[in-house]
């Protein structure tokens, strides 16, 4: 019979094993953070409200190469439309506001954070960001609003 202590010591290597045979991977620990993050808890959330990935009719139209993603993100009066364009690891977000507006848009990402600004017709480029999780944090110039998407995975 094993004693408390021998219990204990046992699963202490095992642990220290576990994280040396197979570590959590970086993009699911800022997954895990940035899902308890309460820095934007006032702000309204856009629901992704479409996804070219999971339109059926849509994939069927596509033949050869593969399509850009289309997403649409709504809060609202407020619709934000994201081409994902990119290949290899790397994306680019191409995005619009509707109602067409200024605002600053963060985006949220396994790097870090990158902020773009919208021109005045509400358009909006990225450069090169990883892929993986992103969330998009919108802080509408009239009004000071803040609208937040929710994570998805490109």
């Known amino acids: 019979m094993t004693s408390d202590k021998e219990y204990e010591d046992l699963l202490a290597e095992l642990r220290v094993a576990g994280l040396v045979v197979d570590p959590v991977p970086e993009r ?3 997954a895990a953070k940035a899902s308890l993050s309460w820095r934007t808890i006032d702000a309204e959330l856009a629901e992704l409200t479409y996804d070219s990935a999971l339109d059926d009719d849509r994939l069927s139209l ?8 289309m997403l649409t993100f709504s809060a609202g009066e407020l619709t934000v439309d994201v081409e994902v364009e990119g290949t290899d690891g790397e994306i680019r977000l191409i995005g619009e506001l509707a109602p067409a507006q200024q605002a ?7 790097d870090g954070t990158t902020e773009v600004e919208t021109d005045e017709d509400g358009r909006f480029r990225t450069g ?9 944090n919108l802080r509408l110039a009239a009004g000071g609003a803040t609208v937040q998407t929710e994570w998805i995975t490109l």
């Not at 600053?104 to 396994?110: G, M």
């Open 104 to 110: 600053t848009v963060v985006v949220r990402h396994a």
């Open 128 to 136: 090169v960001l990883p892929a993986g999780p992103i969330s998009l």
């Open 62 to 69: 596509v033949r050869g190469a593969t399509a850009a993603r």
């Open 28 to 30: 699911v620990m800022f």
